[in-house]
């Protein structure tokens, strides 16, 4: 008897390969599969302007790295003792507003020259809900708990959210003519819209990403919605809250976007990677015990056999880490 429902999902000609450069941009989904990825030792830059949860926030993100946008005092605003800017998450604010610009432009910077040798993006859009600021229209990726009078809560058409995209998506084949795209839905519920609004959102974003998939054969899409939703479908795969999928569900995701990006070699060096980075947080209740520092000796020897067989790997952080601590 089957007890989950198979979904089909179609390979890529090409797989993501180590040493190859991966942007992700997007919901908080987005920095689950970006962690897991990067604690595997790829080559990863993580939403350089936080999390992003509307297509139009994520598409200006990306429109402001091709060029680089460089912002300027009256890009931000003084809001609640800080200084903030609409278009970043919250981790950006801070009581020093020079300090805050400097921050915001280096992660322009770096996400400018990461993003034009990226081999891959991967987009996560979490919500067809657009936050705008009243009178001007302009839509926030945060609301930094602004009033509420602020804002006017928007429902983006779905051909809206077509057009931004198929318009960023050009620029970026100009700008970058080798980049691959990912495009996943968030699994995240966002039940303060509601379940039924919720629903509509989500289905906004899968019509619009279709017709993206469509348009350019450099697109692809990777079903994590689809996945948490429709195979797993049961509430013991969500957190406490009952909207965020837990460890086990972006577990199964994760294996899942790896049984289809990656081909076998890859997926071997990352078990070999995987059993590295165990031993680099492994904290000894002893160890000063000869058992403990063979087991040190050994986590080396595999470390610089890894990095031998693959030198696109970029293992020093562990070789220097279990040199120091083996005697």
């Known amino acids: 008897m089957k007890w989950m429902t198979d979904i089909n999902i179609p390979a890529p000609a090409e797989h993501i390969q180590y040493g190859e450069r991966l942007f992700l941009i997007g919901s908080c989904f987005t920095e689950h599969i970006g962690g897991r990825l990067a604690d595997h030792q790829f080559l990863t830059c993580q939403n350089p302007h936080g999390i992003l949860f509307n297509p139009l926030s994520v598409c200006n993100s990306l429109?402001?790295?091709?060029?680089?946008?460089?912002?300027?005092?009256?890009d931000l605003i003084y809001l609640n003792e800080l200084w903030l800017s609409w278009h970043h998450h919250s981790h950006f604010s801070g009581m020093d507003q020079q300090q805050v610009l400097d921050t915001i432009n280096r992660s322009q910077q770096n996400a400018h020259h990461f993003l034009k040798q990226a081999r891959w993006m991967i987009v996560t859009l979490g919500?067809?809900?657009?936050?705008?600021?009243?009178?001007?229209?302009?839509p926030v990726a945060n609301c930094h708990r602004g009033p509420a009078q602020m804002f006017n809560k928007v429902l983006l058409p779905v051909q809206q959210v077509i057009e931004n995209l198929q318009s960023i998506i050009g620029q970026l084949q100009v700008f970058n003519p080798t980049i691959k795209v990912i495009f996943t839905i968030s699994p995240v519920r966002h039940l303060r819209d509601g379940v039924v609004n919720n629903n509509r959102s989500k289905a906004r974003l899968i019509e619009?990403?279709?017709?993206?998939?469509?348009?350019?054969?450099?697109?692809?899409?990777?079903?994590?919605?689809?996945?948490?939703?429709d195979v797993l479908r049961d509430y013991r795969f969500y957190d406490v809250d009952l909207a965020h999928p837990n460890y086990a569900a972006t577990e199964f995701v994760f294996e899942k976007f790896c049984d289809t990006f990656m081909d076998a070699a890859t997926r071997k060096a990352m078990q070999e990677v995987r059993k590295l980075i165990n031993a680099y947080r492994h904290k000894p209740f002893q160890p000063g015990t000869v058992?403990?520092?063979?087991?040190?000796?050994?986590?080396?020897?595999?470390?610089?056999?890894?990095?031998?067989?693959?030198?696109?790997?970029?293992?020093?952080?562990?070789?220097r880490y279990f040199s120091h601590v083996a005697k």
Not at 63 to 74: A, E, H, R
Not at 299 to 319: A, C, F, N, V, Y
């Open 127 to 138: 919500s067809s809900y657009s936050y705008q600021l009243v009178g001007t229209g302009q």
């Open 291 to 319: 058992a403990h520092q063979k087991f040190l000796q050994q986590s080396l020897l595999k470390t610089r056999q890894l990095q031998h067989q693959l030198p696109q790997i970029d293992l020093g952080e562990l070789d």
């Open 208 to 229: 619009a990403v279709h017709e993206i998939i469509a348009t350019f054969n450099h697109c692809y899409y990777f079903p994590a919605y689809e996945l948490v939703v």
């Open 63 to 74: 429109q402001s790295y091709l060029t680089p946008k460089v912002y300027q005092p009256t």
